[in-house]
């Protein structure tokens, strides 16, 4: 199983401005999930996008994937205090277990 | 009301005691997952089950052990072979077998040591 490792590790704006979270993997894959987890509770599933697909939209939402760099992004748009948690992105190959690195805190500033 | 529900939220442990966490779903997902998170660390995955009465070890099982008698019910079971249990406890399910899609989170049972 492989590991994400997400960029940066911790990241503060002002309610209202976008905030970019990257990831980065090492091996081929056939699919990446971004998750959220807000303090103390479980993992929310955000957004999978597969191997075959570039970018992809939830709500405010918007991931990339580019297979060649081996990376991800996350951009959250017009951010909202609720926004304020940890992100985690696991990439997945074949078989193998979702792996969960140590995420990103980011924390929106009213 | 579906969903995935851990009890307890709060567990406590003495020294050399085992203690069972719960972990039910009514999502008729086939797998099952046990992570541990330590405080600012990500997930490291205990056991999964992908079927009933079947299961496998995770990254870091030792002083584990679990059960899957049931397809909706996974409980673990905290040993006191476990010397560090002090965490956050969180249970998953997905309905793909093989894990290739999403899973789904419980709210997590933190265990502390008296």
């Known amino acids: 199983s492989q590991q994400g490792e997400e960029d940066p590790q911790a990241l503060s704006i002002q309610e209202g401005e976008n905030a970019t979270m990257n990831c980065s993997y090492k091996?081929?894959?056939?699919?990446l999930q971004w998750y959220r987890q807000n303090s103390g509770r479980g993992l929310v599933h955000l957004i999978l996008i597969r191997s075959n697909e570039r970018e992809k939209h939830s709500g405010r939402l918007r991931v990339t994937l580019d297979t060649s760099k081996k990376s991800s992004s996350l951009l959250i748009t017009a951010s909202r205090a609720a926004d304020t948690a940890s992100y985690f992105c696991a990439p997945l190959k074949g078989a193998q277990k979702l792996v969960f690195g140590q995420g990103t805190r980011l924390t929106i500033n009213p | 009301d579906g969903g995935i529900t851990q009890s307890p939220k709060y567990l406590f442990r003495k020294e050399g005691q085992n203690v069972t966490l719960s972990c039910e779903q009514n999502l008729n997902h086939d797998a099952m997952y046990w992570y541990r998170q330590d405080p600012g660390q990500g997930l490291r995955l205990i056991y999964y089950s992908q079927i009933v009465n079947d299961f496998q070890k995770g990254d870091i099982a030792e002083g584990y052990s679990v059960s899957r008698e049931k397809k909706e019910s996974f409980p673990l079971t905290v040993t006191s072979a476990q010397k560090n249990p002090t965490a956050f406890y969180l249970c998953?399910?997905?309905?793909?077998?093989?894990?290739?899609?999403?899973?789904?989170f419980g709210p997590g049972t933190r265990l502390l040591v008296l």
């Open positions: 091996t081929s894959i056939n699919n």
């Open positions: 998953a399910s997905s309905p793909d077998r093989a894990g290739k899609e999403t899973q789904y």
